[in-house]
Nanobody, 125 residues
């Protein structure tokens, strides 16, 4: 059974940084393309970033491009999201997700098979 557990969220001021982690209990983690999504109150869950199995290819939404970096450590079964220059509009619950199929950019909700419970990120102005 696949389990994804996010951590690293919190309350920060605008302009600062946070790094989210997603620990995966997947024996073959390296075989799964991964992604980050977020959901703000009253809004639909939206794509943030995705990464290929090896980590060699990454994709970002326009709203985070240049500020966020997705990465993975296949030896540690862990996915990361480095978030810099945070803005109040980045406030949301952030979810990591695993896909069984690589279909770049893997930016659709339906591309993913497994989801974590989410971690709250709040950015104050």
């Amino acid at each position: 059974q696949v389990q994804l557990v996010e951590s690293g969220g919190g309350l920060v001021q605008a302009g600062t940084s946070l790094r989210l982690s997603c620990a995966a209990s997947i024996r073959t983690f390296r075989n799964y393309p991964m992604g980050w999504f977020r959901q703000a109150p009253g809004r639909e869950r939206e794509f943030v970033a995705s990464i290929s199995r090896s980590g060699g290819s990454t994709y970002y939404s326009d709203s985070v491009k240049g500020r966020f970096t997705i990465s993975r450590d296949n030896a540690k079964n862990t996915l990361y999201l480095q978030m810099n220059s945070l803005k109040p509009e980045d406030t949301a619950v952030y979810y990591c997700a695993a896909s069984r199929v690589y279909s770049p950019p893997n930016s659709r909700y339906g591309d993913y098979d497994y989801w974590g419970q989410g971690t709250q990120v709040t950015v104050s102005s």
